[in-house]
């Protein structure tokens, strides 16, 4: 008898423990979200510096002012859970960044296009590449004052270049 009440009380104890699966402090179950997979939405990504990002037909990443700049509709594809693909219908140029941080055109789709969307606390979202890294932090999609693309290891999630709105293709 007294070996089953000291196995209950053990049992109680284990159960009842910081990090034991079904409590609140306990790990997350992963969760499957394969619908969001393969998701595509036109979008223009304006940026807090006022600009629209664009693609120009030679393959030039920049930012414009102008709101109905065919160059500055993008598809943005679901490639797996908060990963995208951009990709610009009018030149079908995908956004991808270099090893240095650079933002380019490529009429390929490789693992420089893939990047992290993530939406931030203000609403708007940031766009960090999945394949590059500078010194241990991610680089970041980023339109400057003057609408020209920063180089991905000056940026970081906080700044205002980094945060886009999507705003619906009409």
């Known amino acids: 008898m007294r070996g089953r009440l000291w196995l209950g009380l053990a049992w109680l104890l284990l159960a009842r423990a910081p990090g034991a699966a079904g409590t609140p402090s306990g790990p997350r179950r992963p969760r499957s979200y394969p619908h969001l997979e393969g998701d595509v939405r036109w979008r223009r990504l304006f940026s807090s510096t006022r600009f629209f990002l664009r693609v120009d037909p030679s393959g030039r990443v920049q930012g414009t002012r102008w709101r109905h700049s065919p160059d500055s509709v993008l598809e943005i594809r679901s490639i797996r ?3 995208v693909a951009l990709r610009a219908l009018h030149t079908g140029f995908y956004v991808a960044m ?11 789709y490789t693992v420089h296009c893939r990047f992290q969307e993530r939406i931030e606390e203000n609403g708007y979202n940031t766009y960090a590449s999945v394949r590059w890294h500078h010194r241990g932090r991610p680089m970041f999609l980023a339109l400057d004052g003057r609408g020209a693309p920063r180089r991905g290891g000056r940026t970081q999630r906080h700044q205002l270049s980094t945060h886009f709105l999507p705003v619906l293709v009409s």
Request: aromatic letters at 8%.
């Open 98 to 108: 270099s090893r240095r941080g650079r933002l380019y055109g490529s009429r390929v």
């Open 81 to 83: 859970v908060g990963v």
